[in-house]
Nanobody, 122 residues
Framework: VQLQASGGGLVQTGGSLRLSCAAS????????IGWFRQAPGKEREFVAV???????YYADAVKGRFTISRDDTKNTVDLQMTTLKPEDTAVYYC?????????????????WGQGTLVTVSS
């Protein structure tokens, strides 16, 4: 599966952005799709994941502000980000892992998109 992330940009503190991840194949029950981010000088970290079951899971840093949603009819997984903070500035990546479960660990994802830059100005 190939993934294409889009929607990044520059936004002021408190603003919103919506990222989208398009998969090249049907996602349905075959993949769980997650979003990660990597800030300058820091390690890549888990943001959110949407398994096929319909449940969603978030990192504590974004819980209540970000919403992940998947549409298996369109093979897309979106990340709606609200109340953005300067510390949310990072390159955001979507990634796919095989199976019906999910994980927050990078090693559990076999396919990665190219990343999209989100910059939150103070």
């Amino acid at each position: 599966v190939q993934l294409q992330a889009s929607g990044g940009g520059l936004v002021q503190t408190g603003g919103s952005l919506r990222l989208s991840c398009a998969a090249s194949v049907r996602t349905s029950r075959r993949y769980f799709i997650g979003w990660f981010r990597q800030a300058p000088g820091k390690e890549r970290e888990f943001v959110a994941v949407a398994p096929w079951s319909g449940s969603t899971y978030y990192a504590d840093a974004v819980k209540g502000r970000f919403t992940i949603s998947r549409d298996d009819t369109k093979n897309t997984v979106d990340l709606q980000m609200t109340t953005l903070k300067p510390e949310d500035t990072a390159v955001y990546y979507c990634a796919a892992g095989s199976g019906s479960g999910w994980t927050r660990y990078i090693g559990g994802y076999s396919e990665w998109g190219q990343g999209t830059l989100v910059t939150v100005s103070s």
